[in-house]
T-cell receptor, first 112, second 114 residues
Framework: GDSVTQMEGPVTLSEEAFLTINCTYTATGYPSLFWYVQYPGEGLQLLLKATKADDKGSNKGFEATYRKETTSFHLEKGSVQVSDSAVYFCALSDTSGSRLTFGEGTQLTVNP | DTAVSQTPKYLVTQMGNDKSIKCEQNLGHDTMYWYKQDSKKFLKIMFSYNNKELIINETVPNRFSPKSPDKAHLNLHINSLELGDSAVYFC?????????????FGPGTRLTVL
């Protein structure tokens, strides 16, 4: 079945540092790929998405590129802020679009 | 004008009780979902309804029964609550076509079973 693997956390960075959170997936066909963010005590918010190979999703300074050859969708941000502290989830939507499969989540803490 | 809303936000109850969580979406989506987030933050789908019809039913105990009175509402009823049911439950809505397969989540309901 489909699966998503994220880099182990937690990740702690200083403000303005570069962020990479790795995500790889296993799926049949061509799934859509997503990054969701969960701020403390809140629900999940869509951060960005990509629906086909080589697509780049971007939002709020975050970027991720759909790499079919490496089955990856790594999340990057050039300069993190304290307000980016949250749990980040990589997910894929199966080819029928009927369910999301999530990675384990990566806790990011950004210190001033 | 919240897109996906859930009530209650917090629910504390005793083992053996029956409880319900309500979910409503005003996005006009055809499909709604329930996900469970455990204490380690892992998220797993439980159910999915499309236009009031059940389309996904994962290996969830039959003490959990979703009900969809219309496509804008998907409620979750849980009978005979157990300690292991303690979790955060998220409702979501979305499309099922590739171009609209983004899911939008509610704020979650934190269920604590004592």
């Amino acid at each position: 079945g489909d699966s998503v693997t994220q880099m182990e956390g937690p990740v702690t960075l200083s403000e303005e540092a570069f962020l990479t959170i790795n995500c790889t997936y296993t799926a049949t066909g061509y799934p859509s790929l997503f990054w969701y963010v969960q701020y403390p005590g809140e629900g999940l918010q869509l951060l960005l998405k990509a629906t086909k190979a080589d697509d780049k999703g971007s939002n709020k300074g975050f970027e991720a590129t759909y790499r079919k050859e490496t089955t990856s969708f790594h999340l990057e941000k050039g300069s993190v802020q304290v307000s980016d502290s949250a749990v980040y989830f990589c997910a894929l939507s199966d080819t029928s679009g009927s369910r999301l499969t999530f990675g384990e989540g990566t806790q990011l803490t950004v210190n001033p | 004008d919240t897109a996906v809303s859930q009530t209650p936000k917090y629910l504390v109850t005793q083992m053996g009780n029956d409880k319900s969580i309500k979910c409503e979406q005003n996005l006009g989506h055809d499909t709604m979902y329930w996900y469970k987030q455990d204490s380690k933050k892992f998220l797993k789908i439980m159910f999915s309804y499309n236009n009031k019809e059940l389309i996904i039913n994962e290996t969830v105990p039959n003490r959990f029964s979703p009900k969809s009175p219309d496509k804008a509402h998907l409620n979750l009823h849980i009978n005979s609550l157990e300690l292991g049911d303690s979790a955060v439950y998220f409702c979501a809505s979305g499309g099922t076509e590739k171009s609209t397969d983004t899911q939008y989540f509610g704020p979650g309901t934190r269920l604590t079973v004592l």
